[in-house]
């Protein structure tokens, strides 16, 4: 996570498209806006300077004097901040009189960080320290060692002996699941951690950096609210004060500053103003210290000093099992930040990064930290960033920031003692001031409010709980708050679509009036995402009101008390009485119209259903439908669905299914569905049969099949005309002339039969567009053209049993992917059926596979492109029928997509 201008980044991660940033900054600089240092070839360097790594020819432009002068400022910008880190880590009063030791250690470790992106990292550039993501979970795990150990009578040599042991150990640890989680390309695993969950550790960050920073300036341990009462003294108020206001300042400069110099130049004006002020004034550092503006006066540390501070015989071993909870925690938040942090510079730079292999870098520099007692770090974004934007584009920079880091190591002098406090504060200050700004404020923009509420309840948490605690709570809200949020959604919309048969004209006429939109006789209902407990009561309700179904008193207890854990008695009662006005006003409209007869679920995007969800919802809706006379069908449905359906009784054995549907087409007007849904493989299959129905109750004599072994329909073709002839003339009804009709006899000899086994295909996706088919007999399936296979295999409570076997799943054991598993079905084409004609017209490759689904294969017409050539030199007016059949087709499917919706 960024140190410093940590707001740009976040505006370009969370979605500001163009780069620029909400809160009025100029938007970030392309590298041709700097360097800070003018070179005489700037134009011709620049277009070289591009590259984000090693081998840029624009780096022979730039001399060490460059190098040195970039590292100064990052060392600038970065040592500060580091012995903030340190305060903040090593807050307990047990550290405060190894404060001065332990901060070079903190400066150690960054020159260690520093090293293993100066080695491995991508980024000639790359600048990495101690950061501030981890911060809090350090801080908790060194107080809960302290506390530990001293209530038990221990030293406080035990204390810093086992922190350093215990905290270099989790870092290490940290860096090694990085590099696994990078190497094996599983950083999706930290998107467990809901977003605002992470925004309100976030903001702790931040408000345990200005509380940090505040105990610095006034030089009192301040860890509790109640701590904030030192501020009552007008004394340590007005050494607070200066560094609140410097930090403001930097703020602001980071914000509204448009070249990045500004900065660090205003970081070293602020203590220079301070050391002016005691020339000027007459006092003395001496009487700056006794009156608190300094650190005290400590005797030096030596480098060989810091190698005693662990004490292997003083580690408390036992201690590692009480931080593996605030571990875990940290392995999440600091994957999380180093994602952005990567993602942010990879968007500055207007060039793709690898993440995993950056998190491999990330682990790498976090394992040689922990293996030298150091602590967490990662990428510095803003230095990162800045580095890149000079142009200076040379791992010499990192080099030199190193020697830099180790000068402050082996000097003797304590910068705690030189330097102004309120100065060291304020760098801790700034990074809270813009954390909390950025994640309590800026945020509201970009996220929901209830996602806001979860922020807020994860920061309220961890004040009152903890960290491990808070962090644990906020996820559950946050859990609580995606179901009750997707209760509140309809997953329920009405879709306008017919089947793919080929019917009579006055079989069209009566299928007219049964899908008028004012009275319709079937209606078609599509079910999209996972239905579950939570939802199911409000999906209940609305496909009841939208197919105008009103529920007794009666019916309404009886569903209540269907499933205890989606509602009681008293909340679905109420539910179905207060209504707004508009839910009266349709459900009175409902009233005054008949009920559909046939009603067709379409299950294709409902990915899962729970059995509560089964038996509340669509069980109760399958016994309504079936006192009112309305027959419930659905459609798509994937094997578990499909399974968990069957298992509860919702729908029918798959043999006895075939029994009732035999049963419907010999008898229309039977009302044998005991109250269960009948399940079709596709959206089209329970649309025929309906339809198929509707027009047997209106004309009898329409043919049906006796049985339904292939488990397909098919159509009738007894016809006078030829069999193509009859299919044209049904499809193009109405069009065509008593002539026209005559010379659509004459197609026989413009296509050839062909003849396909089951599972064959009869022309696979990426292939040359040279014909188009027209089914003749059996029929046709479209595989679906997403990822996964229909599973062979569900897993239940009693272990893994047998996927059912779909409604015409029998016909599909040809349909295969590359990968050899089962392949879902988009549809079928049955007899009349007219297959690649889109691709076809189109003259573009082909974008569907197609394969003969029935038992027996199918037989196709193939028209080809030549004989279709053919047919417009030798009978025009043959082709221009065709060419009507062509346009039909494309509208009718067209008519068929919700995409449109």
Known sequence: ???????????????????????????????????????????????????????????????????????????????????????????????????ASLSKVVVFSSLVHQLGFTLF???????GTVQDAGLIFLSSMANSIAESILNEGGTIEEVISTTLVILPL?????????????????????????????????????????????????GKSMTELSDWRYLLEPHNLLLATPGLLSAAVLTIISRKAKNDAVLPIAMVIIPATFYAVLFFSGTSLEEARDEGWVGEEVPPVPVQDLLHLVDFNLVHWRLIS???GTWVGMVFVVSFASCLD??????????????????????TANLMSGLTFGFTGSYIFSQTIFTYRTGCHSRYIGVLIMAAYLAVCVSSINILQIAPLFFLGATLIFIGYDLLWEWLIDIRAKIFFREYMVLLVTFVAIQMIGMDFGILFGVVVALVEHVASTTRVSSMGRILKRSRAVWSKEAQNILQNGYNADDPKIVTLEIKGPVFFGSSQKLMSDITDEIGLSMSEEEMKRIAFASPHTSTPHSSLRAQRVKSPRSRKKEQYAKRRS?????????????????????????QLAKLCEKRGILLCASGAIPRVEWMLRSHNVAYELDEEIDVKNDM??????????????????????????????IRRVLPKVPYEQHLQSRLSTVSTSSPHHQVAFIFLNVLRGELSTEEKEVVDSIEQYYEKAKYRPGEPIFQKNTHPDAFFIVLQGSVAVPADRKGSLPLMIRSGTGTVQSPQSLSSSNLFGIVGDDGEHKCVESFHKVGGIVGYCDFMLERYRTFDAVAASNDGATV??????????????????????????????????ANCTCHN
């Open 1 to 99: 996570m960024s140190s410093y201008g940590s707001l740009d980044r976040k505006d370009k991660v969370l979605g500001n498209e163009d780069g620029g940033i909400e809160d009025g900054r100029a938007p970030a600089q392309s590298p041709d806006k700097v360097p800070l240092i003018w070179t005489s070839d700037r134009d011709d360097t620049h277009q070289r300077i591009k590259k984000s790594s090693g081998g840029s020819k624009g780096e022979t432009q730039y001399n060490m004097f460059h190098y040195l002068v970039y590292a100064i400022i990052n060392v600038i910008i970065a040592v500060p901040g580091l012995y903030g880190y340190a305060s903040v880590i090593f807050n307990h009063p047990a550290f405060q009189p190894h404060l």
């Open 121 to 127: 990292s991508s980024l000639d550039f790359s600048i």
């Open 170 to 218: 989790g870092t290490a640890t940290l860096g090694i699941v990085l590099i696994f989680l990078g190497k094996f390309r599983l950083l999706d695993i930290v998107a467990f951690i809901p977003m605002p969950v992470i925004g309100g550790y976030l903001a702790f960050i931040g408000y345990f950096c200005l509380e940090a920073g505040v105990a610095l300036c006034i």
């Open 322 to 324: 009480k931080c593996i």
């Open 342 to 363: 990567i993602a942010a510079i990879s968007m500055d730079m207007g060039e793709a990064l690898d993440t995993n292999k950056e998190m491999v870098t990330v682990g």
């Open 595 to 619: 009920h559909p007869q046939f009603v067709v679920l379409d299950f294709t995007l409902m990915h899962n259903l729970d059995a509560s969800a089964a038996t509340s919802c669509f069980l």
């Open 665 to 694: 087409l010999s008898n229309p007007d039977s009302k044998r569905t005991h109250g269960k849904l009948i399940l079709f493989l596709t959206i089209f299959e329970a649309l025929e049969f309906s339809e198929r129905l509707l």
């Open 861 to 894: 017409a193939v028209f080809s492109r030549t004989n279709i050539d053919r047919m417009k030199n030798e009978n025009h007016p043959l082709y221009v029928i065709v060419q009507k059949l062509l346009l039909r087709a494309s509208l009718m499917d067209l």
